[in-house]
């Protein structure tokens, strides 16, 4: 009697835990499902690419300020000279003198 009840347990179990992994893998295939999957991908997506531009500014900020020290160590005057400002306008940058 107790193999009986141990092997029903056991097969109860085992039914539960396919049931829940079919059920799983159903829906990760429905409409709703993919779209989760799509909004998870784009996310990543988009992270990585602001990580990337925010990599691309800093290097050039630090491109940008290594040549500017080594036009001044080149140019004396360069330091007297102003220094270019940018401001945003239309859809680029453009440059203007103070």
Do not use: C
């Not at 940008?64 to 859809?91: M, S, W």
């Amino acid at each position: 009697m107790f193999r009986r009840i141990l092997w029903l347990t056991i097969g109860i179990v085992a039914g539960v835990l396919i049931w829940r992994k079919v059920t799983k893998v159903a829906h990760s295939y429905s409409p709703e499902g993919l779209t989760e999957r799509a909004q998870v991908t784009a996310n990543k997506a988009a992270d990585g690419l602001r990580g990337f531009a925010q990599d691309v500014k800093v290097l050039a900020q630090a491109k940008e300020q290594e040549l500017r020290q080594e036009l001044a160590a080149n140019n004396p005057n360069a330091a007297a000279q102003p220094q270019p400002r940018y401001r945003r306008k239309g859809d680029g940058r453009e440059f203007r003198t103070p």
